[in-house]
């Protein structure tokens, strides 16, 4: 490992066994399951009828009334959690000066403000496009969630979203690290953020027989290391990490949770869902992150 060290020095999540590090952690080591039948809308029309789904959610905090209604959920999602992470960090509450100008933020999301693109799409077809809400757009794209972190928390440094699937969050995570490594940041804000739990989506993975339908016992539908899994299990939420310079992160009194030491990314060009045989993509990533890193597989 060469050049600038980069550590966590922040953390912040909203999920469906707890709306913060610690109750989330505490039901994490109990063993406790976040799946459970959909409540966000009635399944019944659908064959999976289980999610996990963020409970008691509330964005006061961070977004006004009016804000709030012209935020998409998933924004709204990373907003709260980029807000306890910077907490952790000891970051105020707006950055100024140089500190805003060395801090960015990447958010990376899968599906993006799909909620409100639905339901745009939905007046548009009722009502035709002169009743559709001049939000919509602001709303929906994916890279609001980023931006909108760096408007509430005045961020200028680099800003943009990740869009890969399952990977968003990880390739966030990496991306983040690699622009504090290169000196384009001292700060980074990095994660991921969805909120995608719509019967048309369940019905779209559905259809793809790629979920679980364990229905009468959710709890136990997430189980992805089990001979008799049946899928995996949708979930909704937010995540994000501070990443720091070490000596920035030193010299302001920031105590380092933990340090990123290599990142790795590759493609399989195979298969649109599933992994190539062999399973050489994951392998290369992983080689290239310990590569990076200094590191042999001996040492880990």
């Not at 999610?51 to 998933?74: I, P």
């Not at 602001?138 to 609001?144: E, K, L, S, Y």
């Amino acid at each position: 490992m060469t050049g600038r060290r980069v550590v966590v020095t922040g953390m912040g999540v909203l999920t469906a066994i707890g709306n913060d590090v610690p109750t989330a952690w505490e039901a994490l080591l109990a063993g406790r399951s976040g799946v459970r039948t959909v409540e966000t809308f009635d399944p019944s029309r659908l064959n999976v009828r289980v999610a996990a789904e963020v409970q008691g959610f509330d964005s006061s905090h961070v977004l006004d009334r009016k804000d709030q209604r012209r935020t998409d959920r998933y924004i709204q999602f990373g907003l709260v959690a980029a807000r306890e992470a910077m907490d952790q960090a000891g970051l105020p509450a707006r950055l100024e000066g140089s500190l805003a100008e060395r801090t960015g933020a990447i958010l990376g999301t899968g599906l993006g403000g799909v909620s409100t693109l639905y339901d745009g799409f939905t007046t548009n077809a009722l009502r035709g496009p002169d009743r559709i809400s001049p939000f919509l757009i602001p709303m929906g794209i994916p890279n609001v969630g980023a931006g909108q972190i760096a408007i509430n928390y005045g961020m200028t440094g680099p800003n943009f979203a990740t869009v890969s699937a399952c990977a968003t969050g990880g390739h966030a995570i990496g991306e983040a690290s690699e622009t504090i490594r290169r000196d384009d940041a001292d700060i980074m804000l990095a994660g991921g953020s969805e909120a995608c739990i719509l019967e048309v989506l369940l019905g779209g993975f559905g259809a793809m027989r790629a979920l679980s339908t364990r229905n009468d016992d959710p709890a136990a539908a997430s189980r992805p290391f089990d001979k008799g899994r049946d899928g995996f299990v949708c979930g909704e939420g937010a995540g994000v990490l501070v990443l720091e310079e070490l000596e920035h992160a030193v010299a302001r009194g920031a105590a380092p949770l933990a340090e990123l030491v290599g990142y790795g990314a590759t493609a399989d060009a195979s298969h649109i869902t599933l992994p190539a045989p062999g399973g050489m993509g994951a392998v290369r990533a992983a080689r290239r992150a310990l590569e990076k890193a200094g590191l042999t597989p001996a040492d880990v």
